[in-house]
């Protein structure tokens, strides 16, 4: 799979972009027809088509990130966590060596929904100047549901769903195995997941419907997202 950029120093001389993006993935169980790098996978593949759609300095992806929810979830192994404070430290690096770089604008293209630190992180970020944007939000990712069709929601497709499902099939079909069709788990109402974790609410590391998902929403829920990603850079560089 090709997740980094192959640009050289030259050709960003030559592009001379003002914005940075940031991939941020996890690694972690996303059940039995997913691998673990998935949210890796899909946030580079954002990152990516962002970056060509408006010619910014892509940057390689965060691979670990904050999936302590997932842990310990029986039968499913292999999740690695980093804690909230290393995420934060990692990003700050990251800007204060891209500003001597003369890049003072970064965009974070988020793959993990349980990263909740990076809105933190943004939000801090921007209180004397835009300088930090997270892409996408629910906004982005309920109009890229609709654009595609999709049957299900961001709130009930949460993880290894529809979505995430079909995104893989779109872009890297060899990674999705054959028994996202019989993988539908369904736990719409999640009260304590912040204390029981995924392991309170699913059994075979999924909620959501990935029966339903396709490669041609996929290829049109990124579509749409390329398209979302305009305002938002408009309103950090404004």
């Given amino acids: 799979?090709?997740?980094l950029t192959s640009a050289t120093?030259?050709?960003?001389?030559?592009?001379?972009?003002r914005v940075a993006i940031l991939p941020v993935g996890s690694f972690e169980q996303h059940g039995e027809h997913?691998?673990?790098?998935?949210?890796?996978?899909i946030a580079c593949t954002i990152a990516a088509r962002i970056a060509e759609t408006y010619d910014l300095l892509l940057l390689p992806p965060i691979t670990l990130s904050c999936s302590h929810?997932?842990?310990?979830?029986?039968?499913y192994p292999g999740t690695v966590s980093i804690s909230a404070s290393t995420l934060i430290n990692v990003i700050d690096d990251i800007r204060t060596s891209l500003a001597r770089s003369g890049?003072?604008?970064?965009?974070?293209?988020?793959?993990?929904?349980?990263?909740?630190?990076?809105?933190?992180?943004?939000q801090q970020?921007?209180?004397e100047d835009r300088r930090v944007l997270l892409f996408p939000g629910r906004d982005d990712w309920s109009a890229a549901r609709a654009h595609a069709g999709a049957v299900t929601t961001?709130?009930?497709?949460?993880?290894?769903?529809?979505m995430e499902t079909s995104i893989l099939l779109h872009t890297h079909p060899e990674l999705v195995g054959d028994t996202y069709a019989d993988a539908d788990h369904e736990a719409n109402n999640r009260p304590h997941l912040l204390v029981t974790g995924m392991k309170g609410y699913t059994i075979n590391g999924i909620i959501g419907r990935p029966s339903e998902a396709t490669a041609a929403k996929?290829?049109?829920?990124?579509d749409s997202l390329a398209a979302s990603f305009a305002d938002h850079l408009k309103t950090i560089n404004s």
């Fill in 103 to 122: 890049i003072t604008k970064l965009a974070l293209v988020n793959g993990h929904g349980g990263n909740y630190v990076l809105s933190n992180i943004a």
């Fill in 9 to 17: 120093a030259a050709d960003e001389a030559r592009r001379n972009a």
């Fill in 69 to 75: 929810e997932h842990e310990g979830l029986p039968g």
């Fill in 218 to 222: 996929g290829r049109a829920a990124l």
């Fill in 125 to 127: 970020a921007n209180v």
């Fill in 34 to 41: 997913l691998p673990l790098a998935t949210d890796t996978v």
């Fill in 1 to 3: 799979m090709d997740l």
């Fill in 154 to 162: 961001n709130h009930d497709d949460m993880h290894g769903g529809e």
